[in-house]
């Protein structure tokens, strides 16, 4: 955030560099020939929101994820803990409201700290999109977090639910940032739960609803497969 008086200030040598980089790996880092790196949306969105954010956040959330049944599982507690009079269903409904209160938490302090940053530098930017913005990316996260979890509700493999996850992250990232180079897949890129998330800019569109209710419904679909099988299959011993 401190970076940015300087790099509103020589934005015209900055971006000379810019345009003589290849669009494709521009593109790989979510910067676009739409941004305005100059304007708090573009220095935010190219240096937070495109990449760096959501990857933290999402590897935050698959390893909770990831541990939060199958990690149990495989370390031989879960059923010390089923033993007791509580049902599978409210394990796993449980484990998902610690890993969303976990994901609510990060994001609210990452806000804090990125309006901090805001007020700091005296950024012309509102703070309900900066919440907007923050609030879509915990959101994207915890569809990658719910992901791993039920991977290993279903499984009950600890690096099954990982690779999993990861490996869906990794291509809706990629199918986000790579698609707009093509004129033929350019209008796919909305199939990517990556582009629902951050990709499409909430910093200056603000929260889409469509894309939020997808990300919920995927969200719950995964949670409900996951909770279905694991109410059904023999634990490891």
Do not use: C
Not at 55 to 62: D, R
Not at 196 to 217: E, F, K, N, Q, T
């Amino acid at each position: 955030m401190l970076f940015y008086p300087s790099i509103k200030g020589s934005f015209g040598d900055i971006q000379g560099l810019f345009e003589s980089t290849p669009k494709e790996l521009l593109s790989l880092f979510g910067i676009t020939s739409e941004l305005d790196l100059a304007s708090p949306e573009g220095f935010l969105q190219s240096q937070l929101f495109a990449f760096m954010v959501p990857l933290i956040l999402a590897i935050q959330a698959i390893f909770l994820g990831a541990h939060a049944v199958a990690g149990e599982e495989e370390r031989g507690t879960l059923e010390v803990l089923l033993a007791q009079p509580v049902g599978r269903g409210q394990v796993v409904l449980e484990r998902w409201g610690a890993l969303v209160l976990a994901l609510l938490l990060t994001g609210l302090l990452f806000f804090l700290g990125l309006l901090g940053g805001v007020l700091q530098v005296k950024m012309a930017i509102g703070v309900g999109r900066l919440a907007a913005a923050s609030f879509m990316t915990v959101l994207l996260a915890l569809f990658f977090g719910t992901l791993a979890l039920g991977l290993g509700a279903f499984f009950g493999r600890r690096a099954w639910a990982l690779a999993g996850s990861a490996l869906v992250a990794v291509v809706s990232y990629l199918w986000n940032a790579l698609t707009p180079l093509s004129a033929r897949l350019a209008p796919l890129q909305d199939l990517s739960p990556f582009y629902w998330g951050v990709g499409y800019d909430p910093l200056r569109h603000g929260i889409a609803l469509g894309h939020l209710g997808a990300l919920l419904l995927l969200s719950a679909l995964v949670l409900l497969g996951g909770l279905a099988r694991f109410a059904q299959r023999d634990l490891r011993a």
